[in-house]
């Protein structure tokens, strides 16, 4: 059974990226899902400074370990002012001093969305990019525009054509 370590790249407690990577999870079968918090992974934020006082933060390694335990990556990105969410990006920059390959070779299957028509698109290339020279084996990737026009919490995706390109993308990973 494949371990799937899912997650919204984002602190909201209404991530609207953490229901679409929650959803795209559980499209898997014969899979476990289990779904991080990036609230539990709250940290300082990063500074050479402060990995020389106390090392690396506890948290930093929890995460990277999770990380290592999956079998799949999700991960379906925020994005803030066209970038990573900075809680996101905190907890990259201590987990890359554990190791620079922080996603350590496993699958990656990238997600992105937003209310508006371009679905987190920006963040999505630029982690397409990115996440490759940090580890991760990027098997596909899939933006969702109109976030609250084309899903649905008990439905997921009610858009046919961008549920079946999604679907397409699952069964090939």
């Known amino acids: 059974m494949k371990k799937i370590i899912a997650f ?14 929650v959803y795209a999870a559980n499209l898997f079968s014969n899979a476990t899902v289990e779904l991080l918090d990036l609230n539990d992974y ?16 506890p948290l930093a390694q929890q995460f990277y370990d999770k990380i290592g335990s999956a079998d799949l990556l999700i991960i379906s990105l925020a994005e803030h002012n066209g970038a ?43 982690a397409k990019i990115r996440f490759p020279f940090q580890g991760a084996d990027l098997k596909g990737s899939f933006s969702l525009p109109n976030f609250n026009e084309n899903f649905d919490s008990v439905k997921g995706i009610i858009n046919p054509e961008l549920k079946n390109k999604l679907m397409d993308i699952v069964n090939t990973i």
């Open 42 to 57: 709250e940290m300082p934020i990063y500074s050479v400074d402060k990995e020389k006082e106390n090392g690396i933060h």
């Open 84 to 126: 990573y969410a900075s809680a996101f990006k905190n907890i990259l920059d201590w987990a890359s001093r554990i190791n620079n390959k922080t996603f350590q070779q496993k699958p990656m299957l990238l997600l992105a969305t937003s209310p508006g028509a371009r679905g987190g698109s920006t963040v999505l290339e630029i």
């Open 8 to 21: 919204g790249a984002s602190s909201s407690k209404n991530s609207i990226n953490k229901q679409l990577a």
